[in-house]
């Protein structure tokens, strides 16, 4: 069984400080992904990576960076915390697509984030 | 562009109802992936079902069954005989052939069914 586990299911933080959000998968996956999730917006791509130190901008990636040193973990960094950023954190990941082979995305149980 | 549009966003029904949820997607590509996704209250979401752009036949797993028409571009999905357990957020989403395997997700339906 593909396994995403995210550090922390709850997370209280204060504007201004720094955030880490630690995203683990076991499958050995190429590719790996932070969203948030927000009532009526549906989930929204914030960085994407298919490869260890490599990153791609998704489509809300303003006041977000990410890290992936290892291939098993992906790391999402609020650099300085906005009351703007309190949501539902998702982290998935997937193998990279194949030949006329696309590959589903599993997610981890989310981070929900609150800034005060 | 890719775009998914999920326009009911709360259903309820009564328990034994059928419920379909309708996706409407948009892409300029030819070959692309559909793919529906369960979010129970517990936060995970959980993948359902994959369908690529060349095959149009419609699947049934169980009590789940899904109708994908590229006529009118829409990839339904159908609960027959609904359950309390099927309460839930549902996704559609859309992925290009050569996008990385980024997602595009409608914005959810979320399923109420009243016992």
Redesign the interface.
Known sequence: DVKVTQSSRYLVKRTGEKVFLECVQDMDHE?M?WYRQDP??????IY?S?DVKMK?K?DIPEGYSVSREKKERFSLILESASTNQTS?Y?C?S?R??GL?V?????????T?LTVL | AQKVTQAQ?EISVVEKEDVTLDCVYETRDTTY?L?W?KQPP??????LI?R?SFDEQNEISGRYSWNFQKSTSSFNFTITASQVVDSAVY?CAL?E?YG????A????NQVVVIP
């Open positions: 590719n992904f009526g917006l549906g989930l929204r791509l994407f298919y791609e998704g539902m998702l998935a997937s990279f697509p006329a696309y590959n589903e995305q599993f997610f981890g149980p989310g929900r | 966003t992936y793919f996704y517990s936060g995970e979401l959980v993948f994959r690529n996704f992925s052939a990385n395997n980024r997602l997700f409608g914005k959810g």
